[in-house]
């Protein structure tokens, strides 16, 4: 396996303070990597020293091959960024911006010119090349930003937050531009609040929480993690729906054996999770779903055009138990049951108020 970076005890302290504490994580090439954390947490300290803009206190890193103390130059061809805030020369025009960027990096004046058109045209700003920076709004000086750091091709660009702020249309463009980059050979590694962009783009998750990473993974890692961990927390039989089914069995009359056996059956490849239950009821009327909705452990019931219900349940101790009793107890015919995987946003809220431990 090839990796684009690689982080060796990597550390920041500012004064007393330990911004980024022994950081040792590997970033695969060509993958889009999710830097995910809480604010304050070092994200940006952590690509500030990736991207050579800051020195660690110790550690180092390799960056497309190159080590960032002992080769910071090399580092810098290799790399494009797109800072948190924006860093463009706000008294030159979106063009005068890009052109000294390819510059910096060299490039001959006819290749510059067609990058640039082309990569304005790509993401939407060409329209205002000739517009100074300080007149254009948030979401253009972003794309502006995006434009700037992808005029040299780098093999791998830093997104520090970069749809913040952006209309939900151009945060697709971006979406898209991201996925094509990273088709075409890009290693991208994404800082985000947004846990559907994560979801959506990023093959790996690194969690960093107080300067540590706290968790890394892929997104469905993640969240196959924490539905171990919460049912290594619960009583096995009240944490797993087919031993909770089980249970049912043994309090039920024969015709309802059936029934139940034929939900366990359907619900073989499902991983128990505590917070949804998903089922199809044949013969749901309204009395039967007031009748759920009604008890103390449902939060909240989604009925769907499909036919099919989602229940909200708390996570107490028998709660998946006692919703499926009462519904089979109402004569619910159950035809299909399923459960949700936490969201990446369970996972990070879950990871990130844990006390830190070092994956
Ligand atoms: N130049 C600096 N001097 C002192 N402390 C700093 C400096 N830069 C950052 N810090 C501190 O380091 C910590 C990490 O900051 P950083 O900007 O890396 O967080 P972040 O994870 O990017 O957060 P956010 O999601 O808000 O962007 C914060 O507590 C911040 O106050
Ligand atoms: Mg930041």
Known sequence: MKYAIETFNLTKQYNDFLAVDDLNMKIKEKSIFGFLGPNGAGKTTTIKMLTCLILPTSGTASVAG???????????????????????????????????????????????????????????????????????????????????????????????????GLDPTTKRVLWDLIEELNSNGHTIILCSHDMYEVELLCDDVGIINKGELAAFDTPQGLKDIMIKEINEEKEPLTSNISDALDKILEETNPEDKKAIEHIKESMKNNEPNLKELSVIIDNKDEKMLNHLYNLAIVHDITEHTSGRITIDINDEDDAITKVIADIIKFGGNITSIATKDPSLEEVFIRVTSKKTQKV
Request: proline share 5%; glycine share 4%.
């Open 66 to 164: 190159f080590d960032v103390l002992k080769n910071p130059n090399e580092v810098r061809q290799q790399i494009g960024m797109v800072p948190q805030l924006v860093s463009l020369y706000a008294d030159l025009t979106v063009k005068e911006n890009v052109y000294l960027c390819a510059d910096y990096y060299g490039l001959p004046k006819d290749l510059k010119e067609s990058r640039a058109a082309e990569l304005m045209e790509m993401v939407d700003i060409k329209y205002a090349e000739d517009k100074l920076v300080k007149q254009l709004s948030g979401g253009m000086k972003q794309k502006a930003s995006v434009v700037a750091s992808l005029i040299h091709q780098p093999d791998i660009l830093f997104l520090d937050e970069p749809t913040i």
